[in-house]
């Protein structure tokens, strides 16, 4: 069973860059699955942010892709979120998760169904 | 971007009873649709794929129809682990998109 896990800091200042890492266990990174970042600020829904494929495709919500960058490294089985420019409305729990190989109705299923614990990451200075 | 609206928006009720959930998108995403159960500090966990589809694992009181612009999820008979948020998520296009979310209360 695929097991992910986000690490970064929980703080960041106005004007900086959230930075996180979602380390993924128990699977490759290399599969044909997709992996991505969804965000919840606090007591809020969720809102996708991105998502990117071992080649290094991504693609990004367009209301943060002036901002956003998504990577992978393959090398230690991870992948990896940049914001920059963050202010408090960028205060969320951060979640990386899974896109999983499978269709629904002849297409892929761009859906999550693996999910990590979730990174609180709070912009204050 | 697709919108997604969820009714209602909370809803209390009691155990054993039927509960339905109803997503309706801004325009046709024939049945790319998921719905997704989140318990307080947890993260979501998926019920329901391709509109119907139930996820394996999880109990079969859960259940989706609809297809186009209107969903529904319903709960054949609460139990109380069922207390929670629970929202709907179209894949039909770019940028992926969540409905505002329903929170089933303890009546």
């Known amino acids: 069973q695929v097991q992910l896990e986000e690490s970064g800091p929980g703080l960041v200042k106005p004007s900086g860059t959230l930075s996180l890492t979602c380390a993924v266990s128990?699977?490759?990174?290399?599969?044909?699955?997709?992996w991505t970042w969804i965000r919840q600020p606090p007591g809020k829904g969720l809102e996708w942010i991105g998502e990117?494929?071992?080649?290094?495709?991504?693609n990004y919500n367009p209301s943060l892709q002036s901002r956003v960058s998504i990577s992978v490294d393959r090398s230690k089985n991870q992948f990896s979120l940049n914001l920059s420019s963050v202010t408090a409305a960028d205060t969320a729990v951060y979640y990386c998760a899974r896109i999983p190989v499978r269709s629904c109705s002849g297409v892929t299923c761009y859906l999550f169904d693996n999910w990590g614990r979730g990174a609180l990451v709070t912009v204050s200075s | 971007a697709i919108q997604l609206t969820q009714s209602p928006s909370s809803l209390s009720a009691s155990v054993g009873d039927r509960v339905s959930i109803t997503c309706r998108a801004s325009?046709?995403?024939?049945?790319?649709l998921a719905w997704y159960q989140q318990k307080a500090g947890q993260a979501p966990k998926l019920l329901i794929y391709d509109a119907s589809n139930l996820e394996s694992g999880v109990p079969s009181r859960f259940s989706g129809s609809g297809s186009g612009t209107d969903f529904t999820l319903t709960i054949s008979s609460l139990q109380p682990e069922d207390f929670a948020t629970y929202y709907c998520?179209?894949?039909?296009?770019?940028?992926?998109?969540f409905g505002g979310g329903t929170k089933v209360e303890i009546k």
């Open positions: 128990g699977g490759s990174i290399t599969s044909s699955n997709w």
């Open positions: 990117t494929f071992h080649s290094g495709n991504t």
């Open positions: 325009q046709g995403i024939s049945s790319a």
């Open positions: 998520q179209q894949f039909d296009s770019y940028p992926l998109t």
